[in-house]
């Protein structure tokens, strides 16, 4: 199956590198069905005959999710675009109905830089546990490296429910896709995120620093074991 190229447009880049976050509406439209499907047969599947599988080893039964997710003109490219630096693929999962995540940044790289592309496969809203995300938390040696406090404890040192914090709400319908730096403080409330695939990228490594970051990122998110029915994951 030959697909065209995924591309960002400029503005989309720039909204990005902004605020940390970009929605791509209709990115995934044209494989849809296909990448649902194939959703469903892995997770249909007895936990025991996952237990091993990243999103790689499930690419690897699809000719069509392996061109979807992993050639190199489809999210690779994408990541690329965004970042702005060549890139490795640093992990993934699929995901069935997790539960509610509160405020929290991804790590605490410093010179590492990582993107998530996210394609949800249900309707994300507010209500429905889709994701939140305060724009511009994204970067790095500035007052948002000190904000860790308030974002563990928002009821106590703000006087507001987590759920109230400031925030962007990315609405998403099936096939959008949506690309977001994980060291943005990001959460998402409700009744569950729903179903989810997942591709993460780190911009290729340029410093001993980013090396080891990127060294114990890997090894900090060795696979183990989901109780919600999805793959382990990897980020």
Do not use: N
Request: glycine share 10%; proline share 6%.
């Amino acid at each position: 199956m030959s697909l065209a190229p995924l591309s960002a447009t400029a503005a989309e880049i720039t909204h990005f590198r902004t605020f940390g976050f970009v929605r791509l509406r209709g990115a995934h439209d044209d494989v849809l069905t296909t990448v649902t499907e194939a959703f469903e047969d892995v997770l249909s599947r007895p936990a025991q005959d996952r237990s091993g599988d990243s999103i790689s080893c499930v690419a690897e039964r699809s000719d069509v999710l392996r061109e979807v997710l992993l050639a190199d003109h489809r999210c690779p490219r994408l990541a690329r675009q965004l970042l702005g630096t060549d890139v490795v693929h640093a992990g993934g999962d699929a995901v069935r109905g997790e539960a509610a995540a509160g405020w929290h940044r991804d790590g605490d790289h410093h010179a590492l830089r990582l993107l998530r592309i996210v394609q949800y496969l249900d309707p994300q809203h507010g209500p429905t546990g889709a994701l939140r995300i305060i724009p511009g938390t994204h970067r790095r040696g500035g007052s948002w490296d000190t904000f860790a406090a308030e974002m563990d404890d928002p009821l106590r040192l703000l006087g507001m429910d987590p759920i109230d914090v400031p925030a962007f709400t990315v609405t998403s319908s099936p096939g959008d896709l949506v690309a977001f730096d994980p060291h943005c403080y990001h959460a998402s409330f409700g009744a569950g995120a729903g179903r989810r695939i997942t591709t993460t990228y780190a911009s290729a490594p340029e410093s001993d620093e980013a090396r080891r970051e990127l060294s114990g990122h890997l090894l900090a998110a060795r696979p183990g074991p989901r109780e919600s029915g999805g793959l382990p994951a990897l980020t």
